[in-house]
């Protein structure tokens, strides 16, 4: 099976989804997933902010 995480988040920290990365990583790893990737959508609170940010579509 494979797993991909896509998330979004107000804050635009760089550490906003530090514990969430390490969570999805231990999940992969105990299920034996295949990791396909993160999109991780910081500073994406809000449609207009996510159209303002690097994360347009």
């Known amino acids: ?5 896509i998330s979004a ?3 635009s920290d760089n550490w906003t989804f ?3 990365e390490a969570h999805y990583k231990t999940l ?3 299920l ?5 990737g ?8 809000t449609p207009s902010m996510t159209k303002n940010s690097k994360y347009p579509s």
Do not use: P
């Not at 034996?32 to 396909?36: A, P, Q, R, S, V």
């Open 18 to 20: 530090d514990a969430l």
């Open 32 to 36: 034996n997933l295949e990791d396909k």
């Open 9 to 11: 988040a107000w804050n």
């Open 28 to 30: 992969v790893n105990y």
């Open 1 to 5: 099976m494979k797993a991909i995480l």
């Open 38 to 45: 993160m999109i991780l959508g910081k500073g994406c609170g």
